[in-house]
């Protein structure tokens, strides 16, 4: 069983940066593609940054490209998402997700194993 749990989410202000982790464990890392999704009160969950098990490829949707790099530790079965130039609107739940396969997977419900989120709040 894919257990994961992020770390890392807090305040910050407009601007700033934060540096979230979603470890794994019950599984490695090198078998499994991962999402970042947030979800932000009344609105639909969204997904923010990929990551495929089977090379380098990522993908970001254009509200957060250029300021949003997903990136893993293998070595310590680690995820990192890390948010430069937040905004306001960057504010939600944040979610890391994890997938048995090799590409990348940009719909929530194709993930069988989710983490219980970090909350992000972009506030001066």
């Known amino acids: 069983q894919v257990q994961l749990v992020e770390s890392g989410g807090g305040l910050v202000q407009p601007g700033g940066s934060l540096r979230l982790s979603c470890a794994a464990s019950?599984?490695?890392?090198?078998?499994?593609?991962i999402g970042w999704f947030r979800q932000a009160p009344g609105k639909e969950r969204e997904g923010v940054s990929y990551?495929?098990?089977?090379?380098?490829?990522?993908y970001y949707p254009d509200s957060v490209k250029g300021r949003f790099t997903i990136s893993r530790d293998n070595a310590k079965n680690t995820v990192y998402l890390q948010m430069n130039s937040l905004k306001p609107e960057d504010t939600a739940v944040y979610y890391c997700?994890?997938?048995?396969?090799?590409?990348?997977?940009?719909?929530?419900?194709?993930?069988?194993?989710w983490g219980q989120g970090t909350q992000v709040t972009v506030s001066s």
């Open positions: 990551s495929s098990s089977s090379d380098d490829s990522t």
């Open positions: 997700a994890a997938v048995r396969g090799r590409g990348l997977y940009y719909v929530s419900h194709l993930y069988d194993y």
């Open positions: 019950g599984f490695t890392l090198d078998y499994l593609s």
